[in-house]
């Protein structure tokens, strides 16, 4: 039998056989004696292959074992805590985000509870609902009447005033907000609207203020209610009526009735623990870092000590909509004078008489609450907590977990806003991350702003604008997500936008769409109140 042969060997030409004999009787070669090179290359070409397939199986090991792990960190079934029974998680959600009681952290826990669970905020226009005036449901972006769009979650700044809530949020709403001690309360308020409450700027400091707050304190004057009662304001109630008791307890009662739970900025951490057991949550969506941390004195300076706590760093919420320092007067040098003695704490309590007996009354009823669930099971739960936040500090923070100056953050996209000379606090994520570890530590640490703006965009994406065959003008968008143009179309396009300057003016004068948007949303729910007055009339 002719053995086989080949013609090509790694690239070479080699003749027919016939041909090779006849010129070279030595290249005459059967199956078993081809030349296919030198034996060092075969031996190179078969580690080259054991190593890529042990470094493919390698890789495949990896994303099977290890990948998931990190991508698990974050509601892990072995660390949300004990079981919390058959109950269903609440979805429905309203927080009133007093100021100054750590309540930007809170907003920040339904912020990532919300986006991870495709629910729907009702937002503001800007970055707060209309205050410091009584809530108005048409300052809810999309808002087109009640029940005419389904919102989960609201929680951002407001002057409280149900009956307006109830036409935005369902039946079924879970409502909830948070007290602070007003002298503390008022030490932050002081720091951080200084220049913008007028009482508070005329003061040489805040002691000088509690003794004599009433020669400061105009009610008539823009941005003092910063300065008095500011926790009664906040709950939608007149904060400059004289106390009584009766009104103090008219007052208690009219929050009890619409709130289901207040959480307590100094008990922070058991706080949480009910709020979880009341929304039936996992321990991972009330684990939070402390946000919009202010510094508590100069880098270098002197001052008291004292170990950190809630109270010590309780969040500072954003006051981009604040008014700004008038006159063109220059922004403060010196931070402000915060102390205060025994005597000046107690004025503070008399001068914010209302606030007092809210906050005593409400911290009465927590630790009401806290006796049902059980002292020891608390103690466990919180524990539980802080480890938990721990563990999450270490995986997601740099710097040992601790907060750092703005202007050290490298990220822009995550650096607290900042206000006067108080130096609000933020953090850096630690690098080296995957991106799901990355995505979910970054929704822990953004800032308020930040955080609203991803959620405005995600929920009211830019319009598209068709186009149409030529010298057809564009046609406008049919619907933003959140249901920005249900029930009718935005007549304006690019070419019919009002030039001029000012606030939502493009780069060449002309109106961005985020501004014409604006103004057509506007538009349509003054509209909406057209109807319903014309409806009453009728009627």
């Given at each position: 039998?002719?053995?086989?042969?080949s013609h090509f060997t790694?690239?070479?030409?080699?003749?027919?056989?016939?041909?090779?004999?006849?010129?070279?009787?030595?290249?005459?070669?059967?199956?078993?004696?081809?030349?296919?090179?030198?034996?060092?290359?075969?031996?190179?070409?078969?580690?080259?292959?054991?190593?890529?397939?042990?470094?493919?199986?390698?890789?495949?090991?990896?994303?099977?074992?290890?990948?998931?792990?990190?991508?698990?960190?974050?509601?892990?079934?072995?660390?949300?805590?004990?079981?919390?029974?058959?109950?269903?998680?609440?979805?429905?959600?309203?927080?009133?985000?007093?100021?100054?009681?750590?309540?930007?952290?809170?907003?920040?826990?339904?912020?990532?509870?919300?986006?991870?669970?495709?629910?729907?905020?009702?937002?503001?226009?800007?970055?707060?609902?209309?205050?410091?005036?009584?809530?108005?449901?048409?300052?809810?972006?999309?808002?087109?009447?009640?029940?005419?769009?389904?919102?989960?979650?609201?929680?951002?700044?407001?002057?409280?005033?149900?009956?307006?809530?109830?036409?935005?949020?369902?039946?079924?709403?879970?409502?909830?907000?948070?007290?602070?001690?007003?002298?503390?309360?008022?030490?932050?308020?002081?720091?951080?609207?200084?220049?913008?409450?007028p009482a508070f700027r005329?003061?040489?400091?805040?002691?000088?203020?509690?003794?004599?707050?009433?020669?400061?304190?105009?009610?008539?004057?823009?941005?003092?209610?910063?300065?008095?009662?500011?926790?009664?304001?906040?709950?939608?109630?007149?904060?400059?009526?004289?106390?009584?008791?009766?009104?103090?307890?008219?007052?208690?009662?009219?929050?009890?009735?619409?709130?289901?739970?207040?959480?307590?900025?100094?008990?922070?951490?058991?706080?949480?623990?009910?709020?979880?057991?009341?929304?039936?949550?996992?321990?991972?969506?009330?684990?939070?870092?402390?946000?919009?941390?202010?510094?508590?004195?100069?880098?270098?300076?002197?001052?008291?000590?004292?170990?950190?706590?809630?109270?010590?760093?309780?969040?500072?919420?954003?006051?981009?909509?604040?008014?700004?320092?008038?006159?063109?007067?220059?922004?403060?040098?010196?931070?402000?004078?915060?102390?205060?003695?025994?005597?000046?704490?107690?004025?503070?309590?008399?001068?914010?008489?209302?606030?007092?007996?809210?906050?005593?009354?409400?911290?009465?009823?927590?630790?009401?609450?806290?006796?049902?669930?059980?002292?020891?099971?608390?103690?466990?739960?919180?524990?539980?907590?802080?480890?938990?936040?721990?563990?999450?500090?270490?995986?997601?923070?740099?710097?040992?977990?601790?907060?750092?100056?703005?202007?050290?953050?490298?990220?822009?996209?995550?650096?607290?806003?900042?206000?006067?000379?108080?130096?609000?606090?933020?953090?850096?994520?630690?690098?080296?991350?995957?991106?799901?570890?990355?995505?979910?530590?970054?929704?822990?640490?953004?800032?308020?702003?930040?955080?609203?703006?991803?959620?405005?965009?995600?929920?009211?994406?830019?319009?598209?604008?068709?186009?149409?065959?030529?010298?057809?003008?564009?046609?406008?968008?049919?619907?933003?997500?959140?249901?920005?143009?249900?029930?009718?179309?935005?007549?304006?396009?690019?070419?019919?936008?009002?030039?001029?300057?000012?606030?939502?003016?493009?780069?060449?004068?002309?109106?961005?769409?985020?501004a014409a948007e604006r103004?057509?949303?506007?538009?349509?729910?003054?509209?909406?109140?057209?109807?319903?007055?014309?409806?009453?009339?009728?009627?």
């Amino acid at each position: 039998m002719k053995p086989l042969q080949s013609h090509f060997t790694f690239g070479r030409k080699f003749p027919p056989s016939g041909q090779t004999a006849a010129r070279n009787p030595r290249r005459m070669c059967g199956l078993g004696c081809y030349r296919p090179g030198p034996l060092w290359l075969w031996k190179a070409l078969l580690v080259f292959v054991a190593i890529a397939f042990a470094g493919q199986l390698m890789g495949l090991i990896f994303n099977k074992s290890v990948q998931p792990a990190t991508r698990l960190l974050f509601y892990a079934s072995d660390v949300q805590g004990p079981p919390l029974g058959s109950c269903r998680p609440h979805t429905h959600l309203m927080f009133l985000k007093t100021h100054k009681t750590a309540s930007s952290t809170v907003l920040n826990m339904l912020y990532r509870f919300g986006e991870e669970h495709g629910l729907r905020f009702a937002l503001p226009m800007g970055y707060q609902l209309g205050y410091p005036l009584l809530f108005n449901a048409h300052r809810v972006k999309g808002y087109q009447g009640p029940r005419v769009l389904d919102f989960d979650i609201m929680g951002n700044h407001m002057r409280f005033n149900k009956p307006e809530v109830e036409k935005v949020m369902p039946e079924d709403t879970f409502y909830f907000s948070i007290v602070r001690d007003p002298v503390a309360l008022t030490e932050s308020s002081f720091a951080y609207y200084k220049e913008v409450a007028p009482a508070f700027r005329k003061a040489k400091s805040l002691g000088d203020f509690a003794d004599n707050p009433r020669q400061y304190y105009d009610p008539r004057l823009r941005n003092n209610h910063y300065a008095r009662n500011l926790l009664w304001f906040d709950f939608g109630m007149d904060h400059n009526a004289n106390f009584s008791e009766g009104l103090a307890l008219r007052g208690e009662a009219l929050v009890r009735r619409a709130f289901r739970l207040i959480l307590v900025s100094e008990y922070y951490d058991q706080s949480m623990v009910l709020l979880r057991h009341a929304l039936c949550w996992p321990l991972d969506a009330v684990v939070s870092f402390s946000l919009n941390a202010r510094q508590q004195k100069p880098p270098g300076g002197a001052g008291g000590g004292g170990g950190e706590s809630w109270m010590d760093k309780a969040a500072a919420a954003a006051v981009a909509a604040a008014v700004g320092v008038r006159g063109g007067r220059p922004p403060m040098r010196a931070p402000p004078d915060l102390s205060l003695t025994p005597a000046q704490r107690e004025k503070l309590r008399e001068w914010n008489a209302l606030d007092w007996h809210l906050y005593q009354a409400f911290n009465r009823s927590f630790w009401e609450d806290v006796r049902r669930f059980g002292p020891e099971r608390m103690d466990q739960e919180v524990a539980l907590l802080r480890a938990r936040r721990d563990q999450l500090a270490r995986v997601c923070l740099r710097n040992g977990g601790r907060p750092v100056e703005a202007q050290r953050i490298r990220d822009k996209g995550i650096r607290p806003f900042q206000s006067g000379v108080v130096k609000i606090l933020g953090y850096e994520l630690q690098p080296g991350l995957d991106n799901g570890t990355t995505e979910a530590c970054l929704r822990l640490i953004r800032p308020e702003i930040q955080y609203k703006d991803v959620l405005d965009a995600k929920q009211f994406p830019r319009p598209q604008f068709v186009k149409g065959p030529p010298g057809q003008r564009p046609r406008g968008p049919a619907m933003a997500v959140g249901g920005g143009y249900v029930g009718g179309r935005p007549l304006w396009n690019r070419e019919r936008l009002p030039q001029g300057a000012g606030e939502g003016a493009g780069p060449r004068g002309g109106w961005t769409m985020a501004a014409a948007e604006r103004e057509w949303l506007a538009r349509q729910n003054q509209t909406s109140l057209l109807r319903a007055d014309a409806k009453g009339r009728l009627r």
